[in-house]
């Protein structure tokens, strides 16, 4: 484990650029004697910075550079465990860059990335999966994002791997006390009955690690292609959803002929849309390249959207179809829409398999046919309803969204799997005891409790500076 911090630091921890306020954070066993140094309370009710009592805003002078407001926290009563101390300036790059210079003149040093948080990891205010979290939730794009965050940097996520690891570590200490301890009546964990939970705690490791795939659409979003035949309004659903025109939109066939990205907050998820180009017979070498990027683009994404234009429906139309039903779709979460449905008439495509149920929509109109809510909204609840985030315990915080916390779970359900095999196959619990004791070490690597310093210090690097 990394070593706890030993110096003061300070930094700007709200974003560059003017505004009406900026904070200088300062944390350390030094804060309080830096602030002595270029803080002054104005008026009589203070009579130095000394006399300033914790979790108090009091107005006063900064170093002579600025006026402004200074709050004090107390180790251990503060986000870092540290006496910290918070100088609220005036916002923009000067001022607040002096306030900034002025802490350090006093003998702070500059905080790395991360810094404040990894301190307050490292004096236990915070797991690491709590921590991994806060960066979630200043960079949460969306209602689910932050939802998840929230509950995770409440220890949500961190109590259920807790609790499981805990489960198997009693399972062990019962097997190794009754192997060392033979002729004491302390209890005998029979193979059968160890059975019975290990399998309780693999089914629900197994739950756990299956969270992933919806941990990772909420933290990074979803990755997805816009296909369909030329003319189909592609270009022209993108610029819907965007609520910007993102592409350029034509009569022409053929316009799209790169791959146009954007990327879009649907409520509860964000979309990471890539516009691709009209699938036909390309009538030009460029416009071939970029139907070969479309059918790329179809296997690198999680979800595919199929767009049709159902005012003219034809066998171009039912080339697409087949593609979304093909081995480059196969997996994908696929939404085919029926574009233009305001020109179409009455639409009949009974007897078609889209491979999903289909959207009517008038990309152009924003509007949803035979509907009152907007297209956007349609799609919204369409995307929502294949998704089901309703699903998952996002309230808890009981979602795996991070590649090193998946990793950790996938290795202690292997290594629950060998446990199982081995009683199974008529071994003693003490064999099985050892896959265990590899399970639980997962576990703790997984929320900090046994992880090295070089991991530590990967996860934090990634966090902004004043964070």
């Known amino acids: 484990m990394t070593e706890k911090n030993q110096r003061t630091i300070a930094a700007i921890a709200t974003p560059k650029g003017t505004g009406g306020i ?15 140094k270029i803080f002054a309370p104005i008026g ?6 000394a006399d300033i009592p914790a979790n108090t805003a009091v107005f006063g002078d900064i170093a002579g550079i600025d006026q402004g407001v200074a709050v004090k926290f107390f180790a251990p009563h503060s986000y870092t465990g540290e006496h910290t101390l918070e100088i609220s300036c005036h916002g923009g790059a000067y001022i607040s ?21 990894k301190t307050a990891y490292l004096n236990g205010k915070i797991t690491l999966t709590g921590a991994e979290a806060v960066g979630r939730l200043i960079c949460a794009a969306n209602k689910t994002g932050a939802r998840l965050a929230r509950a995770q940097l409440g220890g949500g996520l961190s109590k259920k791997i807790g609790a499981i690891s805990d489960r198997i570590k009693d399972i062990i200490s019962e097997t190794y006390v009754y ?3 033979p002729g004491e009546d302390l209890g ?5 009955e160890m059975l019975l939970k290990l399998y309780a705690i693999k089914n ?25 035949r030329p003319n189909s309004g592609k270009s022209t659903l993108l610029n819907m959803l965007s609520g910007d025109e993102v592409a350029i939109v034509h009569d022409t066939p053929g316009t799209t002929r790169d791959v146009v990205y954007s990327r879009i907050n649907t409520g509860e998820f964000v979309l990471n849309l890539h516009d691709t180009a009209g699938i036909r017979e390309a009538s030009s070498g460029i416009e071939g390249l970029g139907i070969e990027k479309t059918f790329a683009k179809i296997e690198e994404c999680e979800l595919v959207i199929g767009v049709f234009d159902s005012s003219d429906f034809g066998g171009g139309d039912l080339g697409i179809v087949e593609i979304l039903k093909s081995e480059k779709a196969k997996g994908k979460k696929i939404i085919p829409v029926l574009n233009k449905c305001d020109i179409a008439g009455n639409i009949n495509f009974a007897g078609i398999d889209f491979g999903g149920e289909p959207l009517a929509i008038s990309a152009k109109n924003n509007a949803a046919y035979d509907s009152k809510i907007s297209a956007f909204d349609a799609f919204a609840n369409y995307l929502e309803a294949i998704y089901k985030p309703g699903d998952y315990a996002i309230d808890s915080g009981e979602v795996l969204t991070e590649q090193r916390q998946y990793a950790e779970i996938c290795a202690a359900c292997e290594n629950l799997g060998f446990a ?11 064999v099985a005891g050892l896959d265990l004791e590899l399970a639980a070490k997962n576990l ?7 992880i090295s310093a070089d991991i530590v210090d990967r996860i934090f690097k990634n966090f902004c500076v004043g964070k």
Do not use: H
């Open 188 to 192: 005998d964990l029979a193979p059968g």
């Open 444 to 450: 703790d690597r997984c929320d900090s409790r046994d």
């Open 204 to 228: 629900e490791l197994e739950e756990l690690k299956d969270t992933y795939s919806l941990g990772k659409i909420i933290s990074e979003g979803i990755d997805c292609a816009i296909v369909g």
């Open 97 to 117: 860059n002096a306030v900034l210079s002025a802490a350090i003149s006093a003998g702070a040093s500059p905080a790395a990335a991360g810094e404040f948080t």
């Open 22 to 36: 900026a904070v200088v954070r300062i944390s350390g066993d030094s804060a309080f004697e830096i602030g002595e």
């Open 44 to 49: 009589k009710k203070y009579g130095g910075f």
């Open 420 to 430: 199982v095999a081995s009683l199974e196959g008529g071994f003693t619990q003490d």
């Open 179 to 181: 192997i060392d301890y």
